[in-house]
């Protein structure tokens, strides 16, 4: 298996996400399915990485720091001490067993970078049965499902 290595994501990775965001399949699995115009992506790429309460990570392959593998992003609220997470893997490294190393990766560099932060929430369709295993493999449980959608909570402790 790859070995995985992650870091905070920086604007050259906008284009990548770009593509990510707009692959068909990432599309068909997201809650929002319509496609992102460059205009829009673009501007709020960079406003994302100066915004304290966005945090992106970039995983990429142990040797090759520039082979992008897979975006998570944690949005923090300004009211309570959680997050809400999601990830997206690059088209090219999709079933390879990389989501779930990723996704601990980055919840583990995200909990001891914010260490204020007391739960993490994920918003999941409900017939993504892929991303709801990897979910729980990471220790994220469901606690309930509304309108086609799971929420999954990741307690610190978890």
């Not at 998570?72 to 893997?89: K, V, Y």
Request: glycine share 6%; net charge negative; charged share 20%.
């Amino acid at each position: 298996m790859t070995e995985l290595l992650i870091r905070l994501a920086e604007l050259g990775d906008s284009k990548f996400v770009f593509d990510w965001r707009n692959d068909p399949d990432t599309r068909a699995a997201s809650l929002t399915t319509d496609e992102v115009l460059w205009a829009q992506h673009e501007p709020w790429f960079a406003a994302a990485l100066q915004n304290p309460g966005i945090v992106m990570y970039m995983a990429t392959a142990a040797g090759a720091e520039t082979h992008r593998i897979a975006m998570c992003r944690f949005n923090i609220s300004p009211a309570e001490p959680s997050a809400e997470i999601s990830i997206n893997l690059s088209p090219d490294f999709r079933g390879q067993g990389l989501a779930a190393p990723v996704l601990k990766l980055a919840v583990d560099s995200f909990v001891k970078d914010h260490p204020n932060i007391e739960v993490i929430v994920a918003v999941i369709r409900s017939e993504n049965i892929a991303s709801r295993k990897i979910f729980g493999s990471a220790g994220f449980v469901e606690r309930g499902e509304n309108d086609g959608v799971v929420t999954a909570i990741r307690n610190r402790q978890s």
